[in-house]
């Protein structure tokens, strides 16, 4: 069975480096700038593939035991929204607030893996 060369991942991979690497340093500073910004959205993209689909699993599956029913992702997200406004859910729920830490843990690993904060955080989630 032949394989699927390059891959969506290797693709992207390409084009970031491609740009970062061989275009950039030609281009003047404000142009760079926006090509930084372009690589960036492409190393998200990468991330968003590989990661997102397991990272909305957990989600959902906390959610559904947090709010005890069953339920696509916004429609559990949109119940949760509702029952944090109306105060049948708050700060005083450990399982509300370690959703919520996980869901941010994942939602910064896919947007910002490099940020200090995310990285402390992870380093005393994992120390746990």
Not at 10 to 28: H, N, Q, S, T
Not at 29 to 47: D, G, Q, S
Not at 85 to 90: E, I, K, Q, V, Y
């Amino acid at each position: 069975m032949p394989s699927n060369r390059p891959t969506r991942d290797e693709l992207l991979e390409a084009v970031a480096e491609f740009l970062e690497k061989r275009v950039m340093p030609k281009l003047d500073k404000h142009t760079a700038f926006h090509t930084r910004v372009a690589v960036n959205v492409l190393n998200i993209i990468r991330r968003e593939l590989k990661d997102g689909p397991r990272l909305e699993a957990e989600e959902l599956e906390r959610l559904k035991i947090l709010l005890g029913r069953e339920g696509t992702l916004p429609e559990l997200n949109a119940e949760l929204c509702r029952q944090i406004r109306s105060g049948a859910l708050d700060h005083r729920n450990e399982e509300l607030m370690e959703h919520l830490f996980l869901t941010t843990l994942g939602k910064v690993a896919v947007d910002q893996p490099i940020y200090s904060g995310y990285r402390r955080a992870l380093e005393e989630t994992q120390g746990s």
